[in-house]
């Protein structure tokens, strides 16, 4: 799994995926985490190395999180970016570290979500899943996202106008065999884009539920037609292909492929990733390395 944020160079992939509950369980697009392996942490490394020289860069990323019992308490992410010269003396040119908590209704849904004291989301549930949730900014301002559903329960649509008007920017969600394959992107009633994706076999996501969700919104600044916003923490599996379709301003649309991971995975006897490594690339005189390591509070690594 690939992440924007993480590996810099890759446009985030997009996926969503939801079921039907039974009666008395939280749905589950609106459970806080829905893997069954609990991640503890991802690392992500990218090394870029200069052949016959000293000269590098190491790129490290690190996503932590904390749990009692099986709800997630926090969050922590760490980015840092060290660049070794020619005479191997080191420069710092990134090093940032932020820290998310997590409240939680007597029931167990997601509640708010907070640093250092200040909410930064907020959900509102209604009949046991998520029907709003409000990007809190600093100046006290918000943006509210309203979501609907489907008959079997599975996520509808995702708009920033609770009754869809001309001015609405909308998410919708198509579904088959049980996969999100379909989102489309609209302004109002205008079809601007679509992504059509393809899903690695046997190789589970263990960023799904609600509470990645409001991670990546809030990384987003709140905006969920970005691109960082990483719609993939409500897919039980990882994303392999995506095609983006935009709207060429005559009804039909330019297509092209937008993301393909060449990543190799290992998985533990649950079928989430423990590890994962791409081929080398060599451009000129510079490789580069990525890898990435996964670890579970209550699954084998």
């Known amino acids: 799994m690939i992440k924007l944020r993480t590996l810099f160079l890759l446009v985030p992939f997009l996926a969503m995926l939801s079921c039907s509950s039974d009666d008395g369980e939280i749905p589950y697009f609106s459970k806080p985490v829905e893997a069954e392996c ?35 308490n926090s969050y922590v992410y760490t980015n840092r970016d060290v660049f070794t010269d020619s005479a191997g003396v080191d420069t710092v040119l990134t090093d940032i570290s932020y820290e998310f908590e997590f409240a939680y209704s007597n029931d167990g849904l997601l ?33 509210e996202y309203f979501f609907t559903y489907d008959g079997a329960g599975k996520i509808a649509s995702i708009s920033n106008e609770e009754s869809n008007l001309d001015s609405a920017l909308t998410v919708t969600f198509a579904y088959q065999d049980g996969l999100m394959t379909k989102m489309e992107f609209y302004f109002g009633d205008e079809n601007e884009a679509y992504q059509e ?76 990733p423990t590890a994962g490594a791409v081929p080398d690339e060599v451009d000129g005189d510079i490789k580069l390395s990525a890898n990435q390591q996964f670890s579970y509070v209550n699954c084998d690594n």
């Open 111 to 143: 509640q708010s979500v907070s640093n250092v004291g200040n909410e930064l989301l907020r959900v509102k549930p209604v009949d046991g899943r998520v029907y709003s949730m409000s990007v809190v900014f600093s100046n006290s301002e918000e943006i």
């Open 197 to 272: 994706y393809t899903y690695f076999d046997g190789v589970k996501n263990p960023n799904s539920g609600i509470n990645f969700f409001a991670i990546t919104l809030i990384e987003a600044n709140g905006f969920f037609y970005s691109t960082n916003v990483d719609y993939e923490v409500f897919s039980t599996h990882l994303v392999k292909d995506i095609v983006l379709g935009l709207s060429n301003g005559d009804g039909g649309f330019q297509k092209d492929f937008i993301y393909d991971d060449t990543f190799t995975y290992t998985t533990n006897s649950k079928g989430y």
């Open 38 to 72: 609990s991640l503890s942490s991802l690392v992500t490394t990218l090394q870029y190395t200069e052949n016959g020289s000293q000269r590098k860069q190491i790129i490290t990323s690190k996503e932590e999180y904390t749990y009692t019992d099986t709800q997630m």
